[in-house]
């Protein structure tokens, strides 16, 4: 049976982490545009995302019992090529409920093929290796945000709102056909003992897995706190001029990208700790100007927000990779994307609740929103000696 090499593994799945997650923010900055032409009030942009998250988590309740009994080539090419099926369905939206529906689909077919890339990666790499493989695969995260995002903005500035969807649909199919070519039957998994049916309680009665979901679940929940209303923060209450936006996204892309790399090289040679340790002071550092902070530059703090962001992103995917067993490793990333789900919505929710608006429309409440975040990313970085030590005898058994 033909090998897949590590490298093999970290470009595909880096491929797929760039369209995922391209299809997912791309909507964003193309918000108004949407609204615009499907002739819907702009409030009502959230309702896409919470139907793409929303769809996400029920995918993933019902793939955690599934994903780990197949040969994982065959359900990633079906999960992913759903994926551009469904982007392209989108083109098709004539409502903002048609477009919701055709979104939701997208997250439905999304969580599988992400959380399969997530356990063909750590399949085919050692555990003293995995930092810097997932920081890796992360890079289609950066890319996304540094080439994807601008690129989605010209498009839909020469060709309508519809040409963004057409094109990641058909970088879907180029992605499609290369893993297609390239991937092996991949069923190793299938070949390891099993106690009893991999399940999301059978999962979560181990104290390991809880752990892992919980730090899981408090990072994100600190990030998305603040993240959706970074822009319009530094836009409202900052004065920051709206032209110079993109290349602050640019720039900390870029940032986010060399930190991934150096901090999962960093995880795999002295630990989890110190490369999170780094992360989460970068990540706080970058909260300064919700407390009106001025030491540091506006640009500083946004790259130092988006860096010790990825680097936390990437330590803990190393860490917590050591949990599951070969034959429950899809199971579990799969349970990872519904607590990761979970926890971005009800922070999206929750800092939408502590926000204000004044009468020229700054935002207030920022500074307590921000000081929450800083507190649950301490928090973090506190649990991290106490997962790791287990984890690491675990690993050595």
């Keep these: 049976m033909k090998q897949l090499s590590p490298t093999q593994a970290i470009i595909i799945?880096?491929?797929?982490?760039?369209?995922?997650?391209?299809?997912?923010?791309?909507?964003?900055?193309?918000?108004?545009?949407?609204?615009q032409a499907l002739a819907f009030p702009s409030d009502k942009l959230g309702w896409l995302s919470a139907a793409y998250t929303s769809a996400a988590v029920v995918s993933g309740l019902?793939?955690?019992?599934?994903?780990?009994?197949?040969?994982?080539?065959?359900v990633l090419l079906l999960a992913f090529g759903a994926v551009g099926l469904c982007t392209l369905a989108a083109t098709c939206a004539s409502s903002l409920w048609t477009l919701m529906l055709a979104r939701g689909l997208t997250g439905l077919c999304g969580g599988p093929a992400i959380a399969l890339g997530m356990a063909i990666i750590i399949d085919s790499t050692p555990p003293e290796r995995r930092g810097?493989?997932?920081?890796?695969?992360?890079?289609?995260?950066?890319?996304a945000v540094i080439v994807g995002v601008p690129l989605t903005l010209e498009l839909a500035s020469w060709g309508g709102w519809r040409m963004p969807f057409y094109t990641v649909a058909g970088l879907a199919t180029m992605v499609w056909l290369l893993a297609a070519w390239r991937l092996p039957k991949l069923r190793?998994?299938?070949?390891?003992?099993?106690?009893?049916?991999?399940?999301?309680?059978?999962?979560?009665?181990?104290?390991?897995?809880?752990?892992?979901?919980?730090?899981?679940?408090?990072?994100?929940?600190?990030?998305?706190?603040?993240i959706p209303q970074f822009s319009a923060y530094l836009l409202l209450n900052l004065g920051f001029p709206r032209e110079r936006l993109g290349m602050l996204y640019f720039a900390g892309g870029v940032t986010a990208m060399l930190t991934v790399q150096?901090?999962?090289?960093?995880?795999?040679?002295?630990?989890?700790?110190?490369?999170?340790?780094?992360?989460s002071l970068a990540f706080c550092a970058g909260l300064a100007p919700f407390f009106n902070m001025n030491a540091l530059p506006l640009v500083v703090a946004f790259?130092?927000?988006?860096?010790?962001?990825?680097?936390?992103?990437?330590?803990?995917?190393?860490?917590t990779s050591q949990v599951p067993g070969p034959h429950e490793r899809a199971g579990f990333m799969s349970l990872q994307n519904i607590v990761q789900d979970l926890a971005i919505t009800v922070a999206a929710l929750t800092s939408s609740l502590m926000l204000g608006e004044t009468v020229d429309g700054r935002l207030?409440?920022?500074?307590?929103?921000?000081?929450?975040?800083?507190?649950?990313?301490?928090?973090?970085?506190?649990?991290?000696?106490?997962?790791?030590?287990p984890l690491a005898e675990l690993a050595s058994k």
């Design 13 to 35: 799945v880096a491929a797929i982490q760039f369209v995922y997650i391209l299809d997912f923010i791309m909507l964003l900055p193309l918000g108004p545009d949407l609204a």
């Design 62 to 74: 019902l793939s955690v019992r599934l994903l780990d009994r197949f040969d994982r080539r065959s």
């Design 132 to 143: 810097r493989a997932i920081g890796k695969v992360m890079l289609g995260f950066s890319m």
């Design 188 to 226: 190793q998994h299938l070949d390891q003992p099993r106690k009893q049916l991999v399940s999301a309680r059978s999962l979560l009665a181990r104290p390991a897995v809880r752990a892992a979901c919980l730090v899981q679940a408090l990072s994100q929940f600190s990030a998305f706190l603040v």
């Design 262 to 279: 150096l901090l999962g090289r960093l995880a795999d040679r002295a630990g989890p700790l110190p490369a999170a340790a780094i992360a």
């Design 303 to 319: 790259i130092l927000f988006m860096a010790g962001n990825a680097g936390r992103n990437v330590t803990l995917a190393a860490l």
């Design 364 to 389: 207030t409440g920022m500074n307590m929103i921000a000081l929450l975040s800083a507190a649950l990313a301490i928090a973090v970085l506190c649990a991290v000696p106490r997962l790791h030590r």
